[in-house]
């Protein structure tokens, strides 16, 4: 058997988990391997900066290629691992090449859901990765009609950086407000005229039915009869964990790949951390996924510590965060679940609003959106982990610095 640690998937949480690894004193060889062909790269500004032509992908690289080679970790770029064979401990890559691990961790993070009726047709770009965005660039030129289809995310932040480029765009969501997964009306609302001060479109509630071509024009025929017409389309309508390879392998697996709150899967040799996984909560009491940097970092660090014998549970308190426009919205926890909402400053004045949004639960804060609230936010992220019971009345003093919020 051999004595190495390997890593699939060579993005935010299998970086973090190799060089972690080494702080943690792991002497033996560590072969990180991705089936990108880049060498790894933050994946947030693809979205933003990066579509919007201001960072290139060599100012957004996670580390030097000289970091691998300083901490002397073997990156294998454009190889996939197809298959784990966890009795005699190896992995199989799509090259028919095998190597053996004595410590195994999956960092296969998520793909993007393929929107059906868009398959097979020209100019229709998914956001995940660098080689994506590449193919999308050229397309966003002034004057060009662009539909979104998904009110997320990673949807409005192209739907604004394409606004900024003069490119039309129309953003379609099917549900009754964008963002609606992640964030209560009051957000969703600010963020939908945001959008619409800037010249975006956006319909909600709208089902799309088919996509048909005229020459190179789109035309996206909705439930009810309406149509929109576009010269490209972009899909933004959430990602899935592929968790076939662990799942073959006999590895638990749900919406993802089932971790311990050791970051452990069910066999007690492999690991898992990032995007992919499911973790417990204790802060929540239930299994969670995330898809965020925050996460996949954390996850990571700990899984690296407990490959090396530790026992270090994982248990953050989940933030993530957006731009859009001038804005940075700033959300920690999760909302799911309150019972009780609080505004502190006020949602109006469009990129230059200042607020912070508190969820409570049995006056417990369990989250809190933030635009331009930078204190808020910090402090938010303590008082969830120490599940602090706050009155609303505090929260939405402005006189009541954060920092006092739980001093009587
Ligand atoms: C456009 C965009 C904007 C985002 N913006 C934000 C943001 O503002 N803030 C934030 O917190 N998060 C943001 N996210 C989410 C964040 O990027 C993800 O949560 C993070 O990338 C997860 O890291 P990961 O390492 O778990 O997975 P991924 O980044 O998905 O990486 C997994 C890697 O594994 C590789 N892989 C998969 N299977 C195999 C295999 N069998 N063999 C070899 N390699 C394999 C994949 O090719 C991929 O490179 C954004 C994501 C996108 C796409």
């Not at 201001?54 to 190889?79: F, G, Q």
């Not at 868009?118 to 060009?144: Q, S």
């Amino acid at each position: 058997m051999s004595d190495s640690c390997i890593i699939v998937g060579a993005s935010h949480a299998g970086v973090s988990l190799a060089l972690q690894l080494r702080r943690e004193g792991w002497t033996a060889p560590i072969k990180l391997i991705g089936e990108e062909s880049e060498l790894p790269y933050h994946r947030p500004p693809l979205s933003k900066e990066h579509l919007a032509g201001k960072k290139d992908l060599d100012a957004m690289r996670l580390r030097p290629a000289k970091v691998y080679a300083d901490n002397d970790i073997e990156l294998l770029l454009s190889t996939r691992v197809s298959s784990i064979d966890t009795q005699t401990r190896e992995v199989k890559l799509s090259s028919g090449e095998s190597l053996g691990y004595q410590k195994l961790a999956l960092c296969t993070g998520a793909s993007v859901r393929e929107f059906i009726p868009a398959r097979g047709l020209e100019n229709v770009f998914y956001i995940r990765t660098a080689a994506d965005i590449a193919r999308l660039v050229p397309h966003v030129r002034k004057g060009r009609r662009a539909i979104v289809i998904g009110g997320g995310y990673i949807g409005l932040e192209a739907a604004a950086v394409l606004a900024e480029q003069e490119v039309s765009v129309t953003v379609l969501e099917m549900s009754e407000r964008i963002l609606q997964r992640v964030t209560n009306p009051a957000m969703s609302e600010y963020m939908q005229h945001l959008h619409e001060s800037q010249g975006v479109e956006i319909h909600t509630g709208v089902e799309v039915e088919s996509i048909r071509e005229e020459g190179h024009e789109k035309i996206i025929g909705c439930a009810g009869g309406t149509e929109f017409r576009a010269d490209f389309l972009i899909i933004g309508i959430g990602v899935e964990v592929d968790a076939s390879l662990a799942v073959s392998a006999g590895i638990e697996s749900g919406p993802g790949i089932q971790v311990n709150e050791y970051c452990r899967t069910s066999d007690e040799h492999i690991y898992a951390a990032g995007d992919c996984t499911v973790h417990p909560s204790l802060i929540y009491q239930r299994q969670i996924r995330l898809e965020s940097v925050q996460n996949a970092n954390d996850q990571a660090r700990a899984a690296a510590a407990n490959i090396c014998g530790k026992e270090q549970v994982y248990d953050a308190v989940p933030w993530f965060w957006s731009d859009q426009y001038s804005i940075k919205l700033q959300m920690v926890g999760l909302s799911t679940g309150y019972d009780q909402v609080v505004m502190r400053g006020s949602a109006d004045g469009g990129v230059e609003a200042s607020f912070a949004l508190f969820y409570l639960k049995e006056g417990v804060l369990i989250a809190a959106d933030c635009v331009a609230r930078p204190k808020e936010f910090m402090i938010s992220k303590k008082l969830i982990k120490d599940r602090a019971q706050i009155a609303a009345e505090r929260l939405e003093n402005e006189e009541i610095e954060p920092i006092n919020f739980e001093t009587a």
